[in-house]
């Protein structure tokens, strides 16, 4: 029996999949290269037909597609015209425990043959673009399209109007020596006194937050697409939407959504096909660093066993990704329970904010991520006696982030 079997359906996604079952139907007829092209777009930002919800509709169009994607060229499935959510779609109901599939003769899929990477748009330098292609517009609009001609009829002028200009130049430059003499103007004017300035006040420094976990910028974060970086065995490179607005730094449009690049040190330690589509936490407003000529512009949240006393770390693993609440939407604030705020807009490095804090971030018995406030000695003033509690890692909708199997391990 099918994990989703049980659950129950709004009327809206009962719409949804009969609407859908219909276009599976229409496919198992003719594999119409339209319908297919709008299967592949709606997939794009979606784990399943619903979103992230199974349902008989994807199995439904597993059934009927399988067979048609196992004949696939390779351009056919990540091709610059290809259908790589469709591929990505059948290799995940056909594994996913949730769908409870016995397939004997699966689609076979190698996630490391990309033919063609569509490369992100620069949103800020496409506005750049638009900007200066609206300013050449309106300066030909403005020239009336008309070439100036040369006039013949000032042609017999034009020595007198040199010989003017001489004349003002050498009237200009006696006024100039006479006022350096000290003679004065020759029209005999007195100077003007020059005021002077008084002094600007000096802006009063900006007062410091205390130093908090709300001041990391937490979010829900979805990994649109993840693949191995080109130079570096360790990393992994993952485009992730985490609810940044248009032309927002360090943000590109991937497929429709405003998304940042993000290198993350889990190759070998996660695999690949567990980063795809996936929903985690991010650190938002660290400031972004290169990671082997690859821009990195987040940090994606995982949990590690935590190492005894002089024991050495050589990141080996176990490694868990730290999971929000499936309804969870990407761009949503997550932050630790007692510890609400504002977060800071970039963290300055030098301040040591992050690496203050993490220290803090931990994972409980029950498998929750939570803040421990005893483990940060800064969190107190001199005199004050030691902040203490632990915090539960939630959505702004209330959810609680957790790890898999991991208890008392390090997060970061």
Known sequence: MAAFDKLTYTPNEDAEINQW????????????????????????????LLGSK????????YETLAPLVSKWSPEERTGMNGYPNIVRHIDFVQNSPLFGLSVTDKVKVNVDEIVY?????DAKAEKERLKKEKAAAAAAAGGN??????????KGKETGIVKTLAENAAAA???????????????????????????????APAATAPLSPCLIDLRVGHILKAVKHPEADSLYVSTIAMGDKLGTDDTAEYEGQVVRTVCSGLNGLVPLEEMQGRKVVVVANLKPVKMRGIKSCAMVLAASPRLMEGEEDHHAGPVELVTPPADAIA??????KGWEGEPEGVLNPKKKVWE????GFTTTPELEVA?????????????????????????????????KSLTNGIVR
């Open 21 to 48: 079952l219909t276009t599976s139907s229409r496919l198992a007829s003719s594999s119409d290269e339209k319908l297919l092209s709008t299967l592949n777009t709606h997939l794009a930002t979606r784990t399943t």
């Open 54 to 61: 199974p349902s008989k509709a994807d199995v439904s169009l």
């Open 117 to 121: 990477v569509k490369p992100p748009v």
């Open 145 to 154: 399209g008309q070439t100036v001609l040369d006039d013949r009829t000032t």
């Open 173 to 203: 430059k006696d006024a100039v020596v006479a006022a350096v003499a000290g003679e004065g103007p020759p029209d005999g004017k007195p100077k003007k006194e020059k005021k002077e300035k008084a002094p600007k006040p000096q802006k």
């Open 331 to 336: 761009g949503e604030r997550v932050w630790f």
């Open 356 to 359: 203050m804090i993490q220290l």
């Open 371 to 403: 803040f421990d406030a005893a483990a940060v000695k800064e969190l107190s003033k001199d005199g004050e006696p030691s902040k203490t509690g632990m915090g539960k890692l939630i959505t702004m909708s209330g959810g609680i982030c957790k790890v």
